[in-house]
């Protein structure tokens, strides 16, 4: 199975700030990677899909890039919704595979 | 707009059996691939069956293979999770979700996903 591995696990972080998620693969997955966002007691949202594409109603201030084995997720300057939790995820093979999730605190 | 409502989860002995139950509503669901995906506070994230729109094609995760079924009724807009031999291993709150590639070939993007419905396996 391919590993995805998130980094850091856990930031803090204030409104307003620009922050960066990053992603590794223990293989290329290509462009296949996907980016999700889980409130408390919610299911995962889909925010990024294909590394860098934009999902359905998702605002701007999102964004991914990367391809093969490394890939990044950057809010622009966050908002007080935005404080989640943040997977990462591939489905260029079977088992489809998430990271373990970074948690975004308020400062 | 598209909603997905899972039924079916609650406690169950190890070794017995449950059925989850997906009813889709907003879209076609009868054109449409779809996935369970489980989560648990230890192991995280995991996806666990895909089911192709017209049946014709079923992936698992290794755990579960041989004694999870993925199934669908296309007239009832429903998606099925058969879950036989449970194990501790298994409580999980278990989601469907939406398939959301319309690439014909590549599948494992979770558009939209249910509220989830809570699996618990204990004596």
């Known amino acids: 199975d391919i590993q995805m591995t998130q980094s850091p696990s856990s930031l803090s972080a204030s409104v307003g700030d620009r922050i960066t998620i990053t992603c590794q693969a223990s293989?290329?997955?290509?462009?296949?990677l996907n980016w999700y966002q889980q409130k408390p007691g919610k299911a995962p949202k889909l925010l990024i899909y294909?590394?860098?594409n934009l999902g359905t109603g998702v605002p701007s201030r999102f964004s991914g890039s990367g391809s093969g084995t490394y890939f990044t997720f950057t809010i622009s300057s966050l908002q007080p919704e935005d404080f989640a939790t943040y997977y990462c995820?591939?489905?260029?093979?079977?088992?489809?595979?998430f990271g373990q999730g970074t948690k975004l605190e308020i400062k | 707009q598209v909603q997905l409502v899972e039924s079916g989860g609650g406690v169950v002995q190890p070794g017995r059996s449950l059925r989850l139950s997906c009813t889709g509503s907003?879209?076609?669901?009868?054109?449409?691939?779809m996935h369970w995906v489980r989560q648990t506070p230890g192991k995280g994230l995991e996806w666990v069956a895909f089911?192709?729109?017209?049946?014709?094609?079923?992936f698992y995760v290794d755990p579960v293979k041989g004694r999870f079924t993925i199934s669908r009724d296309n007239s009832k807009n429903t998606l099925f999770l058969q879950m036989n031999s449970l194990g501790p291993e298994d409580t999980a709150v278990y989601y469907c979700?939406?398939?959301?590639?319309?690439?014909?070939?590549?599948?494992?993007?979770?558009?939209?996903w249910g509220q989830g419905t809570l699996v618990t396996v204990s004596s």
């Open positions: 979700a939406k398939e959301g590639s319309t690439s014909g070939y590549y599948w494992g993007r979770f558009d939209y």
């Open positions: 907003g879209f076609t669901f009868s054109n449409s691939d």
């Open positions: 089911i192709s729109y017209d049946r014709s094609r079923e």
């Open positions: 293989q290329d997955v290509s462009k296949f």
């Open positions: 294909d590394a860098s």
């Open positions: 995820q591939q489905y260029d093979y079977v088992p489809y595979t």
